[in-house]
């Protein structure tokens, strides 16, 4: 359990800190939209785990912002995480 608890504390301070470098990149209107809702749920050796509030969410983010995402996840975790949606 105690490992667990770790896991959420650093996938909610990898993607806080992710959300940091995507907000000074993008417009407020785009950051409020689609990346304000978004919450952290697991990280692993490999992945962050990003809860979407749906499944159009999810893919658009897919379509549009993934490269965005792996880029600023990547310089708060320091290291390469792949990240994978849970809608």
């Not at 608890?5 to 417009?27: F, G």
């Not at 893919?59 to 290291?79: P, R």
């Amino acid at each position: 359990m105690i490992v667990a608890t770790n896991m959420q504390i650093s996938a909610e301070k990898i993607w806080s800190t992710a959300a940091e470098h995507l907000r000074a990149k993008l417009s407020r209107e785009t950051f409020n939209m689609w990346f304000a809702p978004l919450r952290a749920s697991a990280v692993d050796g490999h992945h962050l785990t990003i809860e979407t509030p749906n499944e159009f969410c999810e893919v658009w983010l897919k379509d549009n912002y993934l490269s965005l995402m792996h880029d600023a996840v990547a310089v708060a975790a320091g290291a390469k995480l792949q990240v994978r949606f849970k809608a």
